[in-house]
């Protein structure tokens, strides 16, 4: 079954972009990554943009319109997901576990839904 994990953080909460940290945050992605495609469960996964960069699109009465910025207003903002094909929950959850933004942030896993 194909697990959804949705990666959220505050602004700023991980360590700064250019500290050794940073550079240590990274490898932690990295290793998840590889251990995903040893394990052959990674179908995609990649970092977005800021929040800044987005445009929310809705449609009203045939008419579409957009909204720079995210539509929620919230402390912690979508970073960034992996789409896993995972036996089940409890794996999905191992594996996000393995995320480096669950220790200051969280990270949501959700069933793909299979038409």
Same mark, same amino acid.
Do not use: H, W
């Given at each position: 079954?194909? *697990?959804?994990?949705?990666? *959220? ?7 700064? *972009?250019? $500290? ?7 490898? /932690?992605?990295?290793?998840? $990554?590889?251990? *995903?495609?040893?394990? +052959? ?21 045939? +008419?579409?319109?957009?909204?720079? /910025? ?34 200051? /942030? ?10």
């Amino acid at each position: 079954m194909k *697990y959804l994990a949705l990666i *959220y953080a505050a602004t700023n909460a991980g360590p700064a *972009y250019g $500290t050794p940290e940073f550079g240590e945050f990274m490898k /932690g992605y990295e290793t998840a $990554t590889q251990r *995903y495609r040893a394990d +052959k469960v990674l179908i995609a996964g990649e970092g977005l943009k800021p929040t800044s960069t987005a445009t929310t699109v809705r449609v009203r009465n045939g +008419k579409t319109e957009t909204m720079d /910025g995210p539509f929620a207003e919230t402390k912690e903002t979508l970073g960034g997901f992996y789409l896993l094909d995972c036996a089940n929950l409890d794996e999905a959850i191992k594996y996000a576990a393995m995320i480096p933004s669950a220790k200051f /942030g969280c990270v949501e896993v959700r069933p793909v839904m299979e038409y």
